[in-house]
């Protein structure tokens, strides 16, 4: 099994309608983070959560909430979807207690979302 | 804030050596990490440089100067199979999260 698992892997949703992409982790990481990607832009940071008190907001927050409801839970919601927030989404985790290993992020597959 | 500056694409042939570039702008610097993400997979970890000068591991190296505020991924003996984009990231010391660069598409020819 993946370590770090997202569902779903692929989802066409209409605009307006909410969806939520789940990310779940077996690597005992205590970060875990909310990444978008778009061709020729790179990864940029939707939310990352340093522990399950803590929650921040990334580079694009707007449009995005997120939950996390166990250490090794992070979900990501669009409340109400639009077209520009079709893209692929990755989930990723790190270890702050890894002394450069806070720099490793271990990443999911990847959850592609299609905006109609 | 920060942003990282890489080159969009690079192109080599198959056995040769390449240099892909990073230069970073920060509020606050904690080391630069190099990722290889496969057209449609996830993003791997390959280097990471906390402090100046070179890493190496295999066939890739990866060189910091703070100085300069510049990086570079170096890839030895190319292969085909490392056709792939290439990350830089950073991590600023204020928030401690990762900041990724627009990436690197590498074509390697034969």
């Known amino acids: 099994d993946a370590d770090v698992t997202q569902t779903p892997r692929n989802r066409i949703t209409k605009t307006g309608k909410r969806i939520m992409l789940e990310c779940s982790q077996t690597?005992?990481?205590?970060?875990m983070y909310w990444y978008r990607q778009d061709p020729g832009l790179g990864l940029r940071l939707i939310y990352y959560?340093?522990?399950?008190?803590?929650?921040n907001k990334g580079e694009i927050s707007d449009g995005y909430s997120v939950s996390r409801q166990a250490q090794a839970k992070f979900s990501l919601s669009l409340e109400s979807a639009i077209p520009n927030q079709t893209a692929l989404y990755f989930c990723?985790?790190?270890?702050?207690?890894?002394?450069?290993?806070?720099?490793?992020?271990?990443f999911g597959a990847g959850s592609r979302l299609t905006v109609l | 804030g920060q942003s990282l500056e890489q080159p969009s694409e690079v192109t080599a042939v198959e056995g040769a050596i390449v240099q892909i570039n990073c230069t970073y702008q920060?509020?606050?610097?904690?080391?630069l990490s190099w990722y290889q993400q496969h057209d449609g997979g996830a993003p791997t970890f390959l280097s990471y440089?906390?402090?100046?000068g070179l890493e190496e591991t295999g066939r890739f190296s990866s060189f910091l100067s703070r100085s300069d505020s510049y990086g570079y991924l170096l890839l030895q003996e190319l292969q085909m199979k490392d056709s792939a984009s290439y990350f830089c990231?950073?991590?600023?010391?204020?928030?401690?999260?990762?900041?990724f660069g627009q990436g690197t598409e590498l074509s390697v020819k034969p």
């Open positions: 990723a985790t790190s270890d702050s207690r890894a002394g450069r290993g806070a720099n490793v992020l271990t």
């Open positions: 690597k005992g990481h205590d970060r």
């Open positions: 959560s340093f522990d399950v008190k803590d929650i």
């Open positions: 920060t509020s606050g610097f904690y080391g």
């Open positions: 440089n906390g402090l100046d």
């Open positions: 990231a950073a991590r600023d010391n204020q928030g401690g999260k990762l900041i």
